[in-house]
């Protein structure tokens, strides 16, 4: 249980960040969670949240596409390396939902 409430809160920040809202407009200090997520890298992930929102990420091709934009080598790396990391973890939250029954 830890680790899935470890889990939903890394994917709640991932999805803030993904999207480009802020923490203000995303409801921080709300009791908001994930309480579903389809989709996959390749088309992009839907977040479905406990207050009825609904987000969609671009696909990780899009994201790793405007990573290339930025000007210095170590900034394409860094935003590749993030972008990677952010849609494995809403891969492993997905896993995690369907395994405890909260499709």
């Known amino acids: 249980m830890r680790l899935l409430l470890t889990v939903v809160i890394a994917v709640s920040a991932v999805a803030v ?3 480009g809202t802020s923490l203000a407009l995303a409801g921080a ?3 908001r969670h994930v ?3 389809s989709g996959s890298p390749a088309y992009g992930f839907d977040l479905r949240w406990s207050d009825g929102r609904q987000w969609w990420t ?3 091709s899009e994201t790793l596409a405007e990573c290339g934009e930025h ?3 170590g ?3 860094r935003c590749k390396a993030a972008a990677r990391a952010r849609y494995r ?3 492993v939250l997905k896993r995690s939902l369907r395994h405890h029954g909260k499709r």
């Open 71 to 73: 000007d210095r080598a």
């Open 89 to 91: 973890w809403m891969g």
């Open 35 to 37: 309480v579903r997520i």
């Open 75 to 77: 900034r394409r790396g």
């Open 17 to 19: 960040c993904v999207t």
């Open 58 to 60: 671009p696909t990780l």
């Open 29 to 31: 200090g709300a009791a």
